[in-house]
């Protein structure tokens, strides 16, 4: 069995609002292996966007350890953490969040500019990312000249770009249509099984289960569950 690439230990985040405290994570743990693919579902307002965030070092909880790849994140100021983030976690949203007056593989080649990447290298990277995705013969469009499903696979590449040790997808699918959507999972899995990329994936949607390997299920700030499954696809 492969070891871990994320250890969660003892997560603890709390949020005041209107005079009250919000324990959006009250302890947490779990491990994440490489090569897995995790779902996190939940009602809304159960913590799942909070942990994602935190697992990623865009947040820091106020108790606990989020050690990935053999580095503890929590304990990382923001000079040391920020580069860490870029070499280490990609990130999909739901929206997309792409940046408009860009092209495909200028958006992709955003991390690698980040990251300080010489421009040959990092357009070269780009293209092979979008080759992964399926995009290449639209690497010169922009985002408004792509479909819903064209721009979430642009913003996959730009996930996997720096081949991190963690995507975290937080409702990838949600903006998409049922048969783009199942056609954006099969992708993952596909990235999943070829470049054995690590993937933890936030949804509200049962049918996404099918393509994990686990999924936690998570309620007031708790994972109250954990579900192994033999994927059906």
């Not at 408004?144 to 996959?156: D, N, P, Y």
Request: charged share 25%; with cysteine; hydrophobic share 40%.
């Amino acid at each position: 069995m492969s070891q871990p690439i994320l250890i969660v230990k003892g997560l603890r985040k709390i949020y005041r609002l209107g005079g009250g405290i919000v324990r959006a994570l009250d302890g947490v743990d779990l491990e994440i292996r490489k090569g897995e693919m995790v779902a996190i579902m939940g009602r809304s307002g159960s913590g799942k966007t909070t942990l994602l965030n935190v697992l990623g070092g865009l947040d820091l909880p106020e108790e606990g350890q989020v050690i990935l790849d053999g580095v503890d994140i929590t304990r990382l100021n923001g000079r040391r953490l920020t580069p860490l983030r870029r070499q280490k976690v990609g990130f999909v949203f739901q929206e997309f969040n792409l940046i408009p007056t860009l092209t495909a593989v200028e958006n992709v080649e955003l991390p690698l500019r980040y990251a300080g990447v010489p421009r040959g290298q990092r357009r070269k990277k780009a293209l092979e990312a979008l080759e992964w995705v399926g995009m290449l013969s639209r690497a010169h469009h922009r985002p408004a000249q792509l479909s819903g499903g064209e721009q979430q696979r642009v913003a996959i590449a730009r996930a996997l770009v720096s081949r991190p040790a963690l995507v975290l997808a937080d409702e990838p699918t949600g903006e998409l249509d049922s048969q783009t959507a199942s056609q954006i999972m099969g992708l993952l899995l596909s990235l999943n099984r070829e470049l054995e990329q690590t993937f933890v994936i936030v949804t509200h949607d049962p049918g996404l289960t099918r393509y994990c390997d686990r999924i936690l299920r998570m309620e007031d700030g708790r994972i109250i569950r954990e579900e192994i499954r033999e994927r059906d696809v």
